[in-house]
């Protein structure tokens, strides 16, 4: 009886990790993989006021202009595929740092580009140390999260991103008027936050759960004591002897939730990049662009349904807000595939309405491939579903320059469209609900998905 005692009482106030409360070291881990994110949108978002800069000073056509907007995405698909899979095999710390070795140098290596084929070069490059980054940065997050918090920490490098995104827009508005080679200062300027990141996570643990995976658990546990608490304990994860391969994440268990997380992701971003990578040139395709008013309205609901989309997964269900989500897109880009360029109002609150949704949904895209797929393979998962994602947004990036010369805008949205409702159909047949579970829980393949 007297034992029975000694050991309650050692176990008092002992917490899993899943359950750990939120401390500093979450917010830290949380911070420096947003911090990647502010400088990924702001990557994104800046190329677009620099190809107009471009265009005419290097005579570029419809094709070099696809090529070079569709390039840092070329550079995602083959980071977060490759380096995602490596960070399986030699933990996610690592990969975590040298991403934004990558992205640093070839973010300052962009201004000295005197071709366009240098410039697609230099930003596959940074594409690659970006891709790398989505598969470690997502994983790690996760799997250091509670669960409790979990959900609103992996959705909301989405707002971080948009932050980044509307930056490159206000800094590409008020630069790309002062000089010819302005663009060369747009593009260069990704190294001041890829610099400050870089410094910053030297020195960040290893995942104890990757520790774990691998035997080391001495380790794990001293990482969980020193940063997550002394009364932390791990989780019922247990070392495995697996192929870290992407052939794993087909076998029949979990090939559906790999497919899933695939096809969602990509029908989620390819209208995304394709439309605002090119919003300047989309809005005056089709009758709204009048000064930066429209401009700086859309901007804005891409920061409003960010931050809404925060509260939507908190609220509900993460499988609802997805296929509610994929509706409400297909409806309003559907409007704007039909509508003629006189109904100007109507356009606008379609507009209005697709951007504030897909902003908010694209929460989403941060928190199911990183909820879905078992910590030895986790890394690779992710990497997988944004590799593919990337290929997606390059290809349909790399077209809708030529589909709006060559088709008209509203026949390139009608296809938007059609990606759409090919994401909201895999949705209804496969999207898991994830929310509330253990990592462990909402990752076990042995559950119907």
């Known amino acids: 009886m007297g034992n029975n005692n000694a050991a309650l009482k050692d176990n008092v106030g002992v917490i899993k990790l899943d359950d750990a409360p939120l401390n500093k070291f979450h917010i830290k881990i949380a911070g420096l993989t947003f911090g ?71 973010s300052i290596l962009q201004f000295f580009a005197d071709s366009p084929m240098e410039l697609v070069f230099y930003r596959i490059l940074l594409g690659i140390g970006l891709g790398g980054d989505y598969s470690v940065g997502h994983t790690m997050l996760a799997e250091f999260s509670p669960r409790k918090h979990r959900g609103v920490l992996l959705g909301s490098f989405s707002v971080v991103w948009t932050f980044g995104y509307v930056v490159a827009n206000l800094i590409g508005i008020l630069a790309v008027d002062s000089a010819p080679d302005a663009w060369r200062w747009m593009l260069a300027s990704s190294a001041i936050p890829a610099v400050i990141i870089l410094i910053l996570r030297m020195g960040t643990p290893e995942s104890p759960r990757w520790l774990i995976s691998k035997g080391r658990i001495d380790e794990a546990r001293e990482i969980v004591k020193k940063h997550v608490g002394p009364n932390i304990v791990l989780d019922d994860e247990r070392p495995v002897q697996t192929n870290s391969s992407i052939a794993t994440l087909f076998r029949k ?27 300047p040139s989309i809005l005056d395709a089709i009758g709204l662009s009048e000064g930066y008013g429209t401009d700086f309205l859309l901007n804005g609901l891409l920061i409003v349904g960010a931050i809404l989309g925060i509260w939507f997964t908190v609220k509900f269900s993460r499988r609802g807000f997805l296929i509610s989500s994929f509706i409400v897109l297909i409806v309003t880009l559907s409007l704007l595939s039909v509508l003629p360029s006189s109904a100007t109002v109507l356009m606008i609150i379609s507009f209005a309405v697709f951007t504030l949704i897909m902003s908010a949904v694209s929460n989403l895209v941060g928190v199911f491939p990183a909820e879905s ?77």
Not at 37 to 44: N, Q, S, V
Not at 61 to 83: D, N, R, Y
Not at 410 to 432: D, E, K, N, R
């Open 253 to 279: 268990d979990i090939r559906k939730r790999t497919a899933f997380n695939c096809i969602f992701f990509v029908c989620l971003v390819i209208p995304y990049f394709a439309i605002y990578t090119f919003l």
């Open 373 to 449: 797929f078992p910590t030895e393979i986790r890394s690779t998962g992710v990497g997988l579903a944004t590799s593919i994602s990337r290929l997606g947004s390059a290809i349909g990036t790399f077209l809708l320059p030529m589909g709006i010369a060559n088709f008209g805008i509203q026949f390139t949205m009608f296809c938007l469209t059609a990606v759409l409702i090919i994401g909201a159909v895999v949705s209804i047949a496969w999207a898991p609900e994830t929310k509330s579970l253990t990592l462990s829980d909402a990752s076990n393949t042995g559950k119907k998905v």
């Open 36 to 106: 990647a994110h502010f400088t990924d949108g702001y990557i994104l978002g800046i190329i677009a006021f620099a190809l107009s800069l471009l265009t005419p000073q290097m005579n570029l056509t419809p094709f070099w202009i696809g090529l070079i907007g569709s390039s840092a995405l070329i550079g995602l698909f083959l980071g977060s595929l490759v380096l995602g899979w490596i960070s399986d095999y030699v933990g996610r710390q690592k990969i975590f740092v040298f991403s934004f070795v990558v992205i640093t140098a070839a």
